[in-house]
């Protein structure tokens, strides 16, 4: 009898996106994970009928809900195509940028966990977290939302993993933060020693009805999206983010990746500054913390006005 172990537990998807709910197809392209928490629900349907007794008659069981993460350090070969397809297979360019609204195209995902192969059918992308750290790889989390789960004796593709090479954080060109006035440049260079990137889609929480009554229907998007930045600084050398919070100042952004044969690209083009807080949290060193929220393009520079996105990607 097999037992389940992390350090042999595989994962892949399909690398041509499908419908939602559409027939299971084979996956064919294997990625490396740091962990995965899709979980299958189903509701419990309270009997209220009054019967004699408090003590309550059975529930029912009622249609699943299907939702969860899956996390992984990003690396510059494996990871890409999940961002492109999670993010609406949208072009700006050389780059890929959030499709105002995500096609009928998703995601099928396997994970080998050695008792069983577990199938997702169809997942789309509500959010995802990209983060980095000095003295770390960059960590990506994506927040799924699927259709249905399941388990299979079926033997797991044979497929490989040939690349993983992962972002770190020192290979980092420089975070450059500055004004409208003119482009990005060297100068524009912060101290910044952790961020967090947030992109929240806002889609609908699995829902039923006539037509599927017990796997949620395709979910869409519900209200606006949010994407929010955020940043710790290594120092308390300058009020130069309070000075552009008071002052209400039109920002934008941008970091390179770079391992000498693979690069990563953010282009963040037009942000406000929400809070930039510098307290005293003790007897050591002051690190600032600096929360930003991007906002629907206005940058008017060459090289960021590509999109109206609030950011866009690109690997190279």
């Known amino acids: 009898m097999p037992t389940g172990i992390g350090v042999v537990s595989k994962a892949a998807y399909h690398a041509t996106p499908s419908a939602w709910a559409a027939a299971w197809s084979t996956v064919n392209t294997q990625f490396p994970i740091r962990s995965e928490g899709i979980t299958q629900e189903f509701l419990r349907i309270q009997n209220e009928n009054l019967c004699g007794s408090p003590a309550r008659k059975k529930s029912d069981q ?6 969860g993460p899956i996390e992984m350090d990003l690396d510059y070969y494996n990871h890409p195509n999940l961002l492109y397809y999670g993010l609406g297979l949208h072009d700006v360019g050389s780059y890929f940028g959030i499709a105002d609204q995500l096609p009928d195209q998703y995601f ?73 006035v003119d482009a990005l440049q060297t100068a524009d260079a912060q101290p910044v020693q952790e961020f967090k990137l947030r992109f929240e889609r806002n889609l609908t929480d699995p829902e039923w009805d006539a037509n599927n009554p017990i796997y949620s229907i395709r979910p869409t998007e519900n209200g606006f999206r949010k994407v929010t930045l955020d940043l710790t600084l290594s120092r308390y050398a300058a009020d130069t983010f309070l000075t552009w919070m008071d ?36 007897p050591g060193v002051i690190k600032p913390k600096v929360q930003l929220e991007l906002y629907r393009n206005q940058n008017i520079l060459t090289g960021m006005d590509s999109d109206p996105g609030e950011f866009w990607m690109m690997f190279s």
């Open 62 to 67: 009622g249609p699943a809900s299907v939702k």
């Open 108 to 180: 099928r995902f396997e994970f080998d966990k050695g008792v069983s192969r577990w199938r997702v059918g169809s997942a789309a992308m509500n959010a995802f977290e990209l983060s980095g750290k000095a003295g770390e790889a960059l960590k990506l989390t994506m927040e799924m939302i699927c259709y249905d789960i399941a388990r299979s004796a079926t033997a797991f593709p044979s497929l490989s993993i040939a690349n993983c090479k992962r972002v770190m954080f020192d290979e980092i060109a420089g975070f450059l933060i500055g004004d409208l």
């Open 247 to 282: 002052a209400d100042t039109d920002l934008q952004a941008s970091a390179v990746f770079s391992d000498g044969t693979k690069n990563f690209y953010i282009n963040m083009p037009y942000m406000k500054i929400i809070s930039a807080p510098a307290n005293i949290e003790g």
